[in-house]
């Protein structure tokens, strides 16, 4: 299972606390395991953006590279991914893949050997990832949500999500992540990637926990808005030669969060009230949705949950998108538009 120059690894995280720590023994783990088979083993390089916890203690004490970004330019993941690879390959020159981590993630055993299988068996195959789950998915119908969502199809994918291990040639041919933008960097790189003939590749088989910690509706419809802002910077930066689902999310916003609502309350007068009957569309495709849902074998509650939240989105995705233009116009960036709580602190100092 050698690979030449090794993997080496990016974690890139904010008040993780024992997120962090989790994370990174779960690395750790792998890193010695590859090592007693007599692996190549890259290095791991952890960036922080901003911790006012211990977090960059804990990585030293896991023998990390540390990047701390400087607090004058905003945080984004693209731009703490960039410059995590940028110090991986400054420190380990020949290595050959990197898997990125997020701090709130804990890696599932036997992932980094199958990701590199995969690479090997695939050559035109660029990214590959697997399945993500929620640590606690039952802790709120928010964590739940995010559990689904990412429970994607198997194989040849449009797009991947923040976690997953790239050829560095590719990373570097197309120039990493984008770091002006706020969300919805994935989608950008992955479509680079298949610009340049590289495939996005949907592994069968576990890759971490995850732990949203999205306990409340504010860090949802926050999320929410982040979202809706990444749909409409990707569809404003690439327009119709771009990524279709940046085109039909937009498109959906603009129909359920902004049109339906006004059919249904402008000729209300006219129509003496009439006109109010236009939102019997929304269960109409509640029930269309959570259909479709029932059908891929989702439990009842799963369903329910999903159908209820996709449509509710719609409204935060509206926000946010409507940031996006309004800052674009008067020629301001976006700040990053945070959901998480800090997680619990965790003692600076080596791990054990």
């Not at 590279?65 to 993941?77: H, K, M, N």
Request: net charge positive; hydrophobic share 40%; glycine share 10%.
């Amino acid at each position: 299972m050698s690979v030449p120059g090794g993997v080496g690894v990016v974690v890139i995280g904010r008040n993780e606390g024992e997120r962090l720590v989790t994370c990174l023994r779960s690395v750790d783990r792998w890193r010695a395991s590859a090592a007693r088979r007599g692996d190549v083993v890259g290095p791991i390089v952890y960036v922080d953006s901003g911790s006012a916890d211990a977090s960059v203690e804990v990585a030293r004490g896991f023998g990390a590279e540390v990047v701390s970004l400087d607090p004058t330019r905003p945080f984004t993941a693209a731009r703490a991914r960039n410059e995590g690879f940028d110090r991986l390959l400054r420190v380990a020159p020949g290595v050959g893949r990197v898997q990125f981590i997020d701090g709130d993630c804990e890696m599932s055993e036997g992932w980094f050997d199958r990701a590199v299988q995969e690479l090997d068996a695939r050559p035109r195959v660029a990214v590959v990832y697997g399945r993500v789950r929620e640590r606690f998915p039952e802790r709120s119908v928010y964590n739940t949500l995010c559990d689904l969502s990412w429970d994607m199809p198997v194989g040849e994918v449009r797009s991947c999500g923040g976690i997953f291990m790239v050829r560095c040639p590719s990373f570097r041919e197309v120039g990493g992540f984008n770091p002006a933008l706020i969300a919805g960097e994935e989608p950008d790189l992955s479509l680079r990637l298949r610009r340049h003939g590289g495939l996005i590749w949907r592994v069968d088989a576990e890759m971490c926990l995850h732990d949203s910690a999205m306990l409340r509706f504010g860090q949802w419809w926050r999320r929410s808005v982040r979202t809706g802002h990444s749909y409409a910077q990707g569809h404003h930066m690439h327009g119709a030669a771009g990524e279709r689902h940046w085109a039909f999310e937009v498109r959906s916003m603009l129909i359920w969060a902004l049109l339906v609502p006004l059919l249904a309350a402008v000729p209300m007068y006219w129509t003496r009230g009439l006109s109010l009957g236009v939102l019997a569309l929304y269960p109409l495709q509640w029930w269309r949705i959570r259909a479709g849902q029932r059908r891929r074998g989702r439990t009842s509650r799963e369903a329910n949950i999903f159908a209820t939240f996709i449509l509710l989105e719609k409204f935060a995705n509206l926000a946010g998108a409507a940031t996006f233009h309004f800052n674009r116009l008067r020629g301001r960036e976006t700040t990053i538009i945070e959901h998480k709580l800090p997680a619990p602190g965790a003692a600076a100092g080596t791990h054990t």
